[in-house]
């Protein structure tokens, strides 16, 4: 279970940067189920976003030079989703799929462009990420589906220990690329 005031607490006891790497690798984690065919054909927008969100987030944990201009994807986030804090229209089936993904990459963009604001946008990156990870296992017509949005929170929290213990990104990057392909193998028994 989501442990809402736990996790707000963990947010807060890291460093702004921190909170762009621990939301980066929940978008590690979820983005690539954008690219699945069923998704992709239909929202190849919210796709290529996603991707380039990830991209950009990624080359920013690593701590590397980054020459991805953030405003230009937060222009076309809102014009994807619409205006900065309104509420967007859920779409039906994998439609559903594609906004979630791409409000969780928005939070992720967020975390990193206004570092004052970045343990509220970490948090909605958290929640987010464990919502999604619940619809795959609600969602699964598998009667095999393990628990992933608590496996999901637990992942959270050691993204947290090992960051704030002064671990690598290296190895929580790698972990997310990991989990990644579970999740898409578990996406595989969802029916929009």
Request: net charge negative; hydrophobic share 40%.
């Amino acid at each position: 279970m989501f442990d809402r005031e736990f996790a707000a607490t963990s947010v807060e006891s890291l460093s702004a940067f921190q909170r762009g790497q621990v939301a980066t690798a929940c978008l590690v984690r979820v983005a690539a189920l954008l690219d699945d065919r069923r998704v992709a054909v239909e929202f190849s927008t919210a796709a290529r976003l996603v991707r380039q969100i990830r991209d950009a987030a990624v080359a920013r944990a690593e701590g590397g030079p980054d020459r991805t201009d953030l405003s230009a994807l937060d222009r076309q986030v809102r014009d994807f989703l619409g205006p900065d804090d309104d509420p967007f229209e859920e779409l039906p089936g994998w439609g559903a799929w594609a906004m979630d993904i791409t409000s969780l990459a928005d939070y992720v963009l967020r975390t990193w462009q206004r570092p004052e604001e970045s343990a509220k946008n970490c948090f909605n990156v958290f929640l987010a990420t464990y919502s999604i990870a619940g619809y795959l296992e609600d969602d699964s017509e598998s009667d095999d589906v393990p628990e992933l949005a608590d496996a999901e929170f637990r992942r959270q929290m050691d993204d947290i220990s090992v960051l704030g213990g002064g671990g690598a990104w290296d190895g929580i990057c790698q972990d997310s690329l990991t989990l990644a392909q579970s999740y898409l193998q578990w996406f595989q028994h969802i029916e929009a």
